[in-house]
């Protein structure tokens, strides 16, 4: 049993993060300010002995008592609904915040998981996205702000690992779904789930041929374990390979939820990505590969959406 440190353990990720340790036997300490996390994430494990909830900005300092095993640095807006509301914040929390849980982890002799994003490769002339690549970033544009704290994450990861000698590990995460997705987060999947459930338009921006690939929750946190246990503290893919065309995937959205929903299309978004799609060899050596079919996925993620909204589903 040991001592985990969660920054963002309130968040989508982060909590279920929280409930994966807590099931293997770890004492976790989750540490958020709640700007894009909710408490109510982990109100189901909010008395356990073994579950620590502190509301604190990690982009201030802060200290955790007693040792600590690992620290997995997951605080930061994601969706571009939140990082275009918090820009600055997203910043701090990418520099400043990985700064402080850099310096925790150090202090306390603990492993470290920075988790950063698919999106340090910007709109990728490469497909699939191996580790190697560089990324093709607008640091000024809209979307900068979380790409370049994410890419700086990653450098101050890789400083503290070299300098300090700290056990640091670096997951880059691709389009993570599933249960406790904020329903207003603006991202493709809560969006079309959310009005497909409703019998709304489906708002695709641009003209849905840009491609995504969607990892469910479980095996993302699976992954994240396994690069903890097994990394060697360069960057790993932790995503699922197939791509599919946001088209495919709203009319996919539609059909499960027995929806009624027309399809309708706007403006493309400024510096959107028109591909993604992770080379996962890197972490396939290291035993992982994720296991949930997207659909098998979606039907799960719906019928959490389904009863989050008190919605059933439209037309069944």
Not at 25 to 46: E, K, L, W, Y
Not at 75 to 89: D, T
Not at 275 to 282: F, S
Request: glycine share 10%; hydrophobic share 40%; net charge negative.
């Amino acid at each position: 049993m040991g001592h985990v440190v969660i920054t963002g353990g309130a968040g989508f990720v982060g909590s279920h993060l929280v409930d994966a340790l807590l099931a293997r036997g770890d004492r976790v300490t989750a540490v958020d300010n709640f700007i894009t996390g909710s408490p109510d994430n982990v109100q189901h494990v909010a008395d356990r002995s073994d579950f620590t909830l502190v509301e604190q900005d990690v982009s201030d300092h802060f200290e955790v008592a007693g040792d600590v095993d690992a620290v997995l640095h997951f605080a930061s807006p994601a969706s571009p609904k939140g990082y275009l509301q918090w820009p600055i914040q997203t910043l701090k929390v990418g520099s400043l915040g990985t700064h402080n849980a850099l310096g925790l982890a150090r202090a306390k002799d603990a492993r470290f998981v920075m988790a950063s994003t698919s999106e340090v490769y910007g709109d990728p002339d490469v497909t699939p996205q191996p580790e190697t690549y560089w990324g093709n970033v607008n640091p000024v544009g809209p979307r900068g702000v979380y790409d370049e704290a994410k890419r700086f994450s990653e450098a101050m990861t890789g400083a503290y690992r070299k300098m300090h000698d700290v056990q640091t590990q670096i997951v880059r995460l691709f389009n993570t779904y599933g249960p406790r997705m904020a329903i207003d987060d603006g991202r493709a999947l809560p969006a079309f789930v959310t009005a497909a459930l409703r019998g709304e338009p489906l708002v695709i921006f641009g003209d849905g041929r840009f491609t995504r690939s969607f990892c469910y929750v479980s095996d993302t946190v699976r992954g994240i374990l396994t690069v903890l246990e097994k990394g060697d503290g360069s960057p790993v893919n932790v995503g699922a390979p197939g791509e599919i065309s946001i088209l495919d995937f709203a009319k996919t959205i539609i059909e499960l939820t027995g929806s009624t929903s027309e399809i309708v299309f706007a403006d493309e978004m400024q510096d959107d990505p028109k591909r993604r799609e992770p080379d996962i060899t890197k972490a396939r050596a290291l035993g992982w590969q994720p296991e949930i079919e997207l659909r098998e996925g979606l039907a799960r993620t719906i019928a959490w959406f389904s009863e989050h909204l008190g919605l059933p589903a439209v037309g069944r």
